[in-house]
């Protein structure tokens, strides 16, 4: 129960108490230095932990703070450290990472970080939950993460003040711990300062400059009251303020300021040194703070804030009661000291959340040299360390040594960033749904229909559940004899108001809301079939198509792709981006072209150009590589977006041909239209490009179509398609059948921490002449990988999402990337990368031998290992042929 105390903690009572530990005065001086390597802009944990990695390679940097160190939202957090997430093994790897740097900052600084080991309990109300955790537990065992699950009498014992009777499991964690905001900072500064660092406290940033370079600008300098500081790096740190620090280089950023809050109970002796708890399905986490407790919570109605006013320093607000209350009774269910126990002081500060409840990290594609090291949603203490290091690590060499890419940005489109509106609901769902069980294929409901292309509407009548990827809606499936279409943000039924009437979607969703088999899973098979057997029709109309051309457009595609592009006119070849490191930054492919007809799918071109298409999530990744390329390399070429200016249509299966060729006069066969070919074609009397390509392994063609012209094709082909059985085919059986064939999806199997060597691609990565990255590549060749992708099926009937753990002869050797359903194969698939467990390179024959299971929530099933798909080893369907499927067949039938 809340007792009326009174006791909001006031800001010069803080800084009392800063002044008394010895933590008031970080400043190296008043006038600041004419240059340096990188200017921090904040002086929170974010901005701290980023001075000290950067000290720690030798960088010079400065580190600007407004007011005082820790005045802002880091002075009130919580502290909290979990080692496992839900999310993924990134961000497994980036709070373990946090947690190893914290443990060492008292031998290599001298200051005790103020970290408490006393472990991590995390409650299970549910039977799904507990599937949850199982899983998290299995993907755990690879990062040698020590977790348990135990029964409630156990974690009982663990935590007197738990009622065993009102949960049902519980996982329970030793290494997890808490930590004193200030003194981490403290220890971080003071880390920092003995390698040259300098930090200027009450010295505020007026004004970031730039100046133009090609179509982008870059960073310059930073003005202050104290002087000017020229650098060619700016890291924007400002929690809550980040907004404010990047319109001062003219871009917004998908951030959200609300008030998070907990209370302080009053002293409980039983609880000293009890572990940590966490009951998600509550919305609670209590934190051990010696003989009390500290209740925070997520609710669905949290007050959102327009702005946080600039002199908000060591500031809290008056704690809505009414609203915190829930918590309380919630906390009181599992753990019944809190409906007793009074409460003798709340705190209730802003923090900044975000759309996806993940960090803004990275440079800005908009402004070179202005970095973003912001919106930690509440978890600052546990994920900036780890953050901060690879962030580090980005600035020192151009790329992180993590795949970064979903917490970098760039993951939100420049049209998201600016809807002020979008951000908004989308970080009020995050946050009130940030305890929710983490299902595979479930989906948002806030920021919805954001972005639709051309087809949207014609596909939601036929009958498509859609899906949104980086804010652009897609079909994910479709339904038949009704429609299911989304409707606008309802908010939970908070802030007054109205649940939707119309449910069809959120009902359709709860199909998916399993670690099973979906509700969906026999409808997405027969698409899948449809494909196999007859012909489909996708919509990649989101794929990103862009135009390299100029002078230098030769030389520059050279630079950029890995693969041969000058293979002559209307060649589509297949190719990866890669960084400095030998990384894939994005997939694509690629078609040479020469002087055109002046239409969009046909430019005028002087000399030869590309056209560039890059699916899914790696298109704007590709689209910001190659301008940066290009401009480091002073490359005379351009590249152009064009992908709101034209749909991609793809027909697929052993019908596609035909049905093409009716609705065509250009001669669709295999001596004019081979595979790996594009040309100009009209479909009722409108110009496309037509390419003959599949990412399905099906005889196939892309139709890339300029947006006046795409619905007539549209209805072209569906009208011509009845008589060839042509069915509607959504996302989840595309990837269903992608990865069936074995075939790489950018941002799962392959990413920018992955070496193409080991994601077997080195077919698409010439010899002959220079890219970027090559040395890489070539080292790989000669001397081995240390981690190879491998395909795997299953034999008994489990279902496999990806983050599954490899054993190979009773050795832990990798994890999965990625797991569907095969439905030409009739089992579970997994892709992922599998290691030596004495760290020796990996071949073939380590490959091919050994006995191996995939672990799925905590339980080992046997497994069968493939160096490719087993599913048509010789490609005869790409090519067309399926005589070869008809002969098997029918002596299978015999």
């Known amino acids: 129960m ?3 105390s009174g006791c909001i903690v006031k800001r010069q009572t803080r800084r009392r108490l800063l002044k008394k530990l010895g933590f008031c005065d970080f400043s190296t001086g008043s006038q600041v230095p004419p240059q340096a390597d990188v200017v921090i802009i904040g002086g929170g944990t974010a901005g701290c932990n980023l001075l000290y990695q950067l000290s720690k390679r030798g960088i010079q940097a400065v580190l600007l703070e407004r007011g005082k160190v820790t005045n802002g939202t880091t002075w009130h957090t919580g502290g909290l450290l979990w080692r496992l ?44 939950r507990i599937e949850e955790f199982k899983r998290a537990h299995s993907i755990g065992h690879y990062f040698n993460i020590e977790t348990q699950m135990i029964t409630p009498s156990d974690a009982a014992k663990l935590s007197p003040i738990l009622d065993p009777k009102n949960f049902k499991a519980a996982l329970y964690c030793p290494g997890d711990s808490h930590i004193d905001p200030t003194m981490l900072c403290s220890s971080l500064i003071k880390g920092a300062k003995k390698r040259g660092a300098q930090i200027f406290e009450n010295c505020a940033v007026s004004a970031i400059l730039t100046e133009p370079v090609a179509n982008l600008r870059k960073v310059t300098g930073v003005q202050t009251p104290n002087g000017t500081i020229k650098t060619n790096c700016v890291v924007n ?112 500060g802003p923090e900044s959340f975000t759309p996806d409840h993940r960090p803004l990290i990275g440079e800005d594609p908009r402004v070179l040299g202005m970095f973003h090291n912001s919106g930690y949603n509440s978890g600052g203490i546990q994920l900036s360390g780890g953050v901060t290091e690879q ?33 908004t609901e989308s970080s009020h769902e995050a946050y009130a749904t940030k305890y929710n069980i983490v299902f595979p294929n479930d989906q948002k409901l806030a920021g919805r229909n954001h972005k639709t292309d051309m087809f949207h509407e014609a596909l939601v009548a036929k009958g498509a559940v859609m899906e949104q990827v980086q804010g652009v809606e897609r079909p994910a499936y479709y339904v038949k004899d009704r429609t299911v279409p989304v409707r606008s943000y309802d908010w939970y039924g908070a802030y007054d108001h109205v649940r939707n009437p119309d449910n069809r979607y959120e009902k359709e969703l709860e199909g998916d809301r399993t670690f099973g088999f979906s509700a969906h899973h026999h409808a997405i098979g027969e698409e899948a079939l449809s494909i196999r057997n007859s012909v489909g029709l996708f919509n990649l109309s989101h794929f990103t198509k862009m135009y390299l051309t100029g002078p230098d457009a030769q030389e520059a595609a050279d630079w950029l792709f890995t693969v ?40 005028i071109m002087k000399g030869k150009g590309y056209y560039i298409v890059a699916c899914g999530e790696s298109g704007p990744q590709a689209v910001n590589h190659i301008r940066k390329e290009l401009i480091k390399k002073n490359f ?39 595979l790996g070919m594009s040309h100009l074609i009209k479909i009722n009397g409108n110009l496309c490009r037509a390419t003959r390509i599949s990412f399905v392994g099906e005889l196939g063609y892309q139709l890339h179509i300029p947006v006046a012209f795409c619905i007539p094709v549209y209805n072209k082909l569906i009208d011509a398609g009845r008589g060839f059985d042509l069915q509607h085919i959504g996302f989840r059986a595309f990837y269903s059948l992608q990865c069936e064939k074995g075939y790489h999806l950018w941002n799962h199997d392959i990413r920018m921490d992955d070496n193409p060597v080991e994601a077997d691609l080195r077919g698409i990565c010439r010899e002959n002449g220079q890219y970027l990255g090559k040395q890489h590549v070539d080292k790989l060749k000669k001397y081995g990988c240390y981690k190879r992708r491998a395909f795997f099926t299953m034999q008994n009937d489990v279902c496999l999402h990806g983050n599954e753990t490899v054993w190979r002869d009773d050795h ?83």
Not at 299 to 312: G, M, Q, R, T, Y
Not at 391 to 404: C, D, F, S
Not at 656 to 670: K, N
Not at 841 to 869: H, M, Q, W
């Open 237 to 348: 740190s400002a929690g809550v303020w980040s907004r404010n620090v990047s319109q001062l280089v003219g871009v917004d950023i998908p951030l959200t300021p609300m008030k998070h809050s907990y209370v302080i109970t009053d002293s409980i002796p039983d609880v000293k040194g009890t572990p940590n708890i966490r009951d998600l399905d509550g919305d609670v986490y209590i934190k051990i703070q010696g003989d009390t407790l500290h209740l925070g919570g997520y609710e669905n109605n949290p007050e959102i804030l327009k702005e946080v006013a600039s002199d908000f320093n060591f500031g809290l607000y008056e704690l809505d009661k009414s609203l915190f209350q829930v918590h309380v009774e919630r906390a009181g269910e599992i753990c019944p000291v809190f409906k007793t126990v009074g409460i003798k002081s709340d705190v209730c």
């Open 812 to 894: 832990i050797v990798g994890y999965l990337r990625r797991g569907n359903y095969g439905y030409s194969l009739d089992c579970s698939i997994g892709i992922g990368y599998v290691q030596h467990p004495k760290g020796k390179v990996v071949d073939d024959e380590f490959l091919k031998s050994g006995k191996y299971e995939i672990e799925v929530s905590n339980r080992r099933y046997p497994a069968t290992l493939f160096l490719k798909s087993p599913f048509d080893p010789t490609h005869n369907r790409i090519l067309g042929d399926y005589e070869f499927e008809v002969q098997e067949q029918e002596h299978f039938e015999d």
């Open 2 to 4: 809340f007792r009326a």
């Open 564 to 603: 041969d592009t000058d293979l002559g006119t209307g060649r589509v070849a297949y190719s990866c981006l890669l960084n400095s490191k030998g990384g894939i930054e994005a997939d694509c492919t690629v078609t040479q072209l020469s002087e055109g007809v002046g239409t969009l799918v046909g430019p």
């Open 391 to 423: 962030l580090a690590i980005w600035i020192a060499t151009g790329r992180p040594e993590v795949h970064m890419f979903n917490y970098d940005i760039k993951r939100f489109s420049l049209l998201q960033r600016s809807d002020r509106a979008w951000v």
């Open 636 to 674: 005379k070429a351009v590249i152009t977006d064009t992908t709101d200016r034209m749909g991609i249509l793809s027909l697929q299966g052993p019908k596609s041909r035909q049905l093409l060729q009716s609705v065509t006069d250009f001669p669709i066969t295999d001596d004019r239209f081979p």
């Open 85 to 128: 997430s839900n999310s993924g093994d990134v961000d497994i790897q980036l709070l373990e990472a946090s947690r190893n740097i914290y443990m060492g900052l008292e031998q290599d600084t001298g200051v005790h970080p103020g970290i408490v080991m006393n472990g991590g309990l995390f409650i299970a109300r549910t039977d799904e």
